[in-house]
């Protein structure tokens, strides 16, 4: 069994940071691709930043330059550094990572909300 369990969400004041955790755990064969999505209130689900285990990294247009995605491959931890936020930032974040054997986990989510 597989468990992601991500930590690090709450609520924050406009142009603050934020640094949100996703620890996996289980029968995990090794971490692949890594990312982060979020999916605010009516909205679809939508992708924050992914990073591949050879660091190749990928982040959404509205993100970029405020939102760096790091990971450690041996600790099983993708973690997601928010600065600068925005109102539009508000939403659920979710990890999600592909093994390396295809398999997708995802988290729980944790909550981001950003006070104007």
């Known amino acids: 069994q597989v468990q992601l369990v991500e930590s690090g969400g709450g609520l924050v004041q406009a142009g603050g940071s934020l640094r949100l955790s996703c620890d996996a755990s289980?029968?995990?064969?090794?971490?692949?691709?890594m990312g982060w999505y979020r999916q605010a209130p009516g909205k679809h689900r939508e992708l924050v930043a992914e990073i591949t285990k050879l660091g190749r990294t990928v982040y959404g247009d509205s993100v970029k330059g405020r939102f760096t995605i790091s990971k450690d491959i041996a600790k099983k931890i993708v973690a997601l550094q928010m600065d600068n936020l925005n109102s539009d930032d508000t939403a659920v974040y979710y990890c999600?990572?592909?093994?390396?054997?295809?398999?997708?986990?995802w988290g729980q989510g944790t909550q981001v909300t950003v006070s104007s």
């Open positions: 999600n990572i592909i093994d390396n054997i295809d398999r997708a986990f």
């Open positions: 289980g029968s995990i064969f090794g971490l692949n691709i």
